[in-house]
């Protein structure tokens, strides 16, 4: 589904979403109006460089994973487009499968030791504070492909941190994942509107 599809799906408030999401300096418009300013500026909301730095924020871990969890969902659905229901199970899977494999003495067999000790380390002493900065992360990132480490086994390590998807290993819950779609469409990431059906499906801005 292209923006052009989309917008045609979307009632006037949740394409005044997508026009805050990149500028103030429209006043609030008609649904013919808005369409009009998100076809202009397509060019500007699936620009690579503003969907990496909207997506880079500082705050508790948890959000974080849950954001990249929710974007994960819409990438693997068809055509990155899914209903909230479809959302919400296929974050509750992806974060069950960490958890489970978490759980297996074997998890990290096939992973060089020292490796994962050094990263589980590191890892430890970056969720000793509530708050892990984009920064803080991006060295995890870093260090992590340093040690030939994949983002899964990076995940297994805070899940036996029990730090995966939360503190305590809780999975998020679907209200959290609605909040975290919410927050994607204030940023113009996911455009959200009714399909055909009675569904409310969301559409990956990618």
């Known amino acids: 589904m292209r923006v052009a599809d989309a917008i045609e799906l979307m009632t006037k408030a949740m394409l005044q979403r997508v026009v805050d999401s990149f500028t103030k ?3 609030k418009s008609d649904e013919e109006r808005a369409r009009e ?15 990496e730095a909207v997506l880079a924020f500082d705050g508790r871990l948890q959000d974080q994973i849950r954001q990249t969890c929710v974007l994960e969902a819409l990438i693997g659905s068809p055509d990155c487009t899914a ?6 199970e296929n974050v509750t899977q992806l974060q069950q499968q960490v958890l489970d494999a978490a759980a297996s003495p074997q998890a990290l067999r096939y992973e060089d030791a020292r490796s994962v ?7 430890r002493v970056a969720l000793k504070d509530a708050i892990v900065t984009n920064q803080e992360l991006e060295l995890l990132r870093v260090l992590r492909e ?9 995940r297994i390590i805070q899940a036996q941190l029990e730090h995966f998807p939360r503190k305590g290993n809780l999975l998020h819950t679907a209200a959290e994942c609605r909040e975290a779609l919410l927050n994607l469409q204030r940023c113009g990431i996911v455009f959200y ?5 009675a569904a409310l499906r969301h559409r990956l801005l990618l």
Do not use: H, K
């Open 146 to 154: 340093s040690l030939g480490l994949s983002p899964l086994t990076m």
């Open 193 to 197: 509107c009714p399909a055909q059906s």
């Open 83 to 88: 209903s909230e229901l479809d959302v919400v």
């Open 25 to 27: 300096d429209f006043p």
């Open 117 to 123: 000790e050094v990263l589980r380390a590191v890892m």
């Open 37 to 51: 300013i998100i076809l202009r500026n397509s060019g500007e909301l699936t620009d690579p460089q503003r969907i």
